[in-house]
């Protein structure tokens, strides 16, 4: 149950929903150290104007879709984590311009972070659970994973590379929506890195289609495309408030059941489209 109409709830996250990345004049990031490791480019001066975007959630209910060729048919593409194309592509496209991970895939040696070639395409942009409403400085001193020492050296082996860090301003500000628009009280963690990406490429881009994060008929129990692991949590949430930004997602879906039902597919306009 949300409780006010789509086209209210689409302008209160573009208007209360900071997408920004930490930038060098962000203290305590405002030091010539990390002056040099920041990209100076803006994210959306990166891209530039994107048209219709894909977002890629990592479910298992992506195996055997044979949606790749519509995913990549996008002008750019978000996928998460360590979600592989390579060996994937009928299910879940080639195409990587974007890939959002989370600080403890950054920061767990065993994830191999520096040393995997599946990180080195497209733009990177790293989160990390930031405590509530917690000014950069309170978030700085109390990572939920200390990832900047692997940021600094990722940085200094690929230099070309855009690798962004997310301002942690985001994640409350869009949990606070979630919050404000469901009837139950929601667990006070961070929001997936699903709906993280959602919204910022809301920001970006003029369309998104986003792609599981709905489940299809397809639906499992298999967490991931990739893996063989069976966890319901991955789909249904439990650190992260996952059902209710499912339910938000549906909400604000411009596309059709059938879509949903059949690819698992999400139409949500781009921010820059509204008229609030
Ligand atoms: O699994 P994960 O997420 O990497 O998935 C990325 C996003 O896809 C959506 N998803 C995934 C699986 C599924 N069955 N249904 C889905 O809708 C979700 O929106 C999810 O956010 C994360 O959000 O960062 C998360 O990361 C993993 C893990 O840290 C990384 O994969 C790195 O190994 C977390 N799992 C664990 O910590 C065990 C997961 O809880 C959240």
């Not at 497209?122 to 990572?143: M, N, Q, S």
């Not at 082996?157 to 139950?184: A, G, R, T, V």
Request: proline residues 5%.
């Amino acid at each position: 149950a949300v409780k006010v109409n789509s086209e209210k709830l689409l302008c209160q996250l573009r208007d209360k929903v900071n997408v920004t990345m930490i930038q060098g004049l962000d203290s305590p990031f405002n030091t010539s150290e990390w002056h040099n490791y920041l990209p100076r480019k803006k994210l959306s001066d990166a891209t530039g104007r994107l048209g219709r975007c894909a977002v890629v959630s990592s479910a298992g209910s992506l195996k055997s879709s044979h949606l790749g060729p519509e995913i990549d048919g996008h002008d750019a593409v978000l996928r998460f984590n360590g979600a592989p194309t390579k060996g994937f592509q009928q299910d879940v496209g080639e195409k990587t311009t974007i890939r959002l991970v989370n600080s403890q895939l950054v920061t767990v040696e065993e994830h191999n972070f520096l040393t995997e070639s599946l990180y080195n395409t497209g733009i990177l942009i790293v989160w990390d659970p930031a405590p509530y409403h917690a000014e950069i400085h309170e978030w700085y001193r109390k990572l939920d994973y200390n990832f900047l020492e692997t940021y600094k050296k990722y940085r200094s082996q690929h230099p070309e590379q855009l690798f962004y860090i997310l301002n942690p301003k985001m994640e409350w500000e869009l949990w606070d929506i979630l919050q404000e628009n469901s009837l139950e009280d929601i667990q006070p963690n961070p929001p997936s890195s699903g709906m993280l990406g959602i919204i910022i490429m809301m920001t970006i881009c003029d369309e998104v289609n986003v792609y599981e994060f709905i489940p299809s008929k397809r639906q499992t129990d298999i967490c991931h495309y990739y893996q063989k692991f069976h966890d319901h949590a991955c789909t249904m949430g439990a650190y992260h408030p996952l059902m209710f930004e499912k339910n938000l997602v549906k909400y604000l879906n411009q596309g059709t059941d059938y879509n949903i039902y059949a690819h698992g597919k999400v139409t949500l306009p781009g921010f820059r489209n509204l008229r609030c």
